[in-house]
């Protein structure tokens, strides 16, 4: 199996799920009380996409990079690891989150659902270490539909 | 509001389903694994003079981030332990016979080279210290009859 580690600052990647429970808490609440507020989810969705594809757009790692962790607000935590499962997970992140988003004009409870949803699976990641997409990432990688 | 209290319920009703059968296929993987005999165990079994010492089985692999970040510190913690760690990836027949469907994997085992229990996912060092107790009084108890 190739290893192909590196070292990854799981500090920015806790303050990328962070990002998310966030976002996703505020458009759900807030869309409760002021509908436009869900524009936050296709926003957030953009924001997880761009960020997939082009690093320096990724904003909450960003705001780690550039203003968390110089400020020593955030510990940085490198650790030995892949920076692709990460990026596919947030990728998949971003996926649901543009079809929750297409989902919340016909069936508003369904894309509100799925956005939930994706805030659950960064919150399992915050807090237990545990990355579904990573563990997508690995089983495609291992059955050859998936390169790094 | 109705959107958001539905959401709710089938968010709630998605995250409910996935832990229960999670739940489901932990128990159905532990139950297999601690019936199965101490057989197919070559170079994991007690090493001479450690007869009375259990020890524990560490399933590991590359692609496995909460191994290095939360496990291993854990095990570390553990202090004169014997850990036997094991690519799971690698030693697939020996994964196979513990049922290890996710990483990490502990398994305590007994000196007898029994499996005592079976850890999916990450194990915290009071826990693995809890089962290493159990596992110690289960020796004595068998050494005394």
């Given at each position: 199996?190739?290893?192909?580690?590196?070292?990854?600052?799981?500090?920015?990647l806790k303050?990328n799920q962070?990002?998310i429970i966030?976002?996703?808490?505020?458009?759900?609440?807030?869309?409760?009380?002021?509908?436009?507020?869900?524009?936050?989810?296709?926003?957030?969705?953009?924001?997880?996409?761009?960020?997939?594809?082009?690093?320096?757009?990724?904003?909450?790692?960003?705001?780690?990079?550039?203003?968390?962790?110089?400020?020593?607000?955030?510990?940085?935590?490198?650790?030995?690891?892949?920076?692709?499962?990460h990026?596919?997970a947030?990728?998949?992140g971003?996926?649901?989150?543009?079809?929750?988003?297409?989902?919340?004009?016909?069936?508003?409870?369904?894309?509100?659902?799925?956005?939930?949803?994706?805030?659950v699976l960064a919150f399992v990641n915050l807090a237990f270490g545990y990355c579904l997409g990573c563990?997508?990432?690995?089983?495609?990688?291992?059955?050859?539909?998936?390169?790094? | 509001?109705?959107?958001?209290?539905?959401?709710?319920?089938?968010?709630?009703?998605?995250?409910?389903?996935?832990?229960?059968?999670?739940?489901?296929?932990?128990?159905?993987?532990?139950?297999?694994?601690?019936?199965?005999?101490?057989?197919?165990?070559?170079?994991?079994?007690?090493?001479?003079?450690?007869?009375?010492?259990?020890?524990?089985?560490?399933?590991?692999?590359?692609?496995?981030?909460v191994?290095?970040?939360?496990?291993?510190?854990?095990?570390?913690?553990?202090?004169?332990?014997?850990?036997?760690?094991?690519?799971?990836?690698?030693?697939?027949?020996?994964?196979?016979?513990?049922?290890?469907?996710?990483?990490?994997?502990?398994?305590?085992?007994?000196?007898?080279?029994?499996?005592?229990?079976?850890?999916?996912?990450?194990?915290?060092?009071?826990?693995?210290?809890?089962?290493?107790?159990?596992?110690?009084?289960?020796?004595?108890?068998?050494?005394?009859?």
């Open positions: 199996m190739s290893t192909g580690t590196q070292v990854v600052d799981h500090s920015a303050v962070t990002g966030a976002t996703v808490v505020v458009a759900f609440i807030g869309g409760a009380v002021f509908r436009p507020v869900l524009v936050l989810i296709p926003l957030l969705a953009i924001v997880l996409l761009l960020g997939t594809f082009a690093p320096q757009l990724a904003l909450f790692k960003q705001l780690y990079f550039k203003v968390l962790k110089p400020r020593g607000i955030v510990k940085p935590r490198p650790v030995q690891d892949r920076p692709e499962p990026n596919f947030q990728g998949l971003g996926v649901f989150l543009a079809v929750a988003s297409l989902l919340l004009i016909p069936v508003p409870f369904l894309g509100l659902a799925l956005a939930l949803i994706v805030a563990q997508i990432f690995f089983q495609l990688e291992r059955r050859g539909l998936l390169r790094a | 509001m109705s959107a958001q209290l539905w959401a709710l319920a089938v968010a709630g009703a998605v995250v409910l389903v996935a832990a229960c059968l999670e739940a489901y296929r932990s128990r159905r993987a532990r139950r297999l694994a601690l019936s199965s005999g101490p057989s197919g165990l070559s170079g994991h079994l007690p090493i001479n003079g450690e007869e009375h010492a259990p020890y524990i089985l560490y399933f590991t692999g590359d692609s496995c981030t191994c290095r970040t939360h496990q291993e510190p854990a095990l570390a913690r553990l202090g004169d332990v014997r850990v036997d760690k094991v690519d799971a990836v690698a030693e697939r027949a020996l994964a196979d016979r513990f049922h290890v469907y996710t990483l990490p994997t502990t398994v305590v085992m007994g000196a007898d080279g029994r499996a005592l229990h079976v850890n999916y996912g990450y194990a915290p060092a009071p826990k693995l210290e809890r089962q290493l107790a159990e596992a110690r009084g289960t020796t004595l108890r068998t050494a005394t009859a």
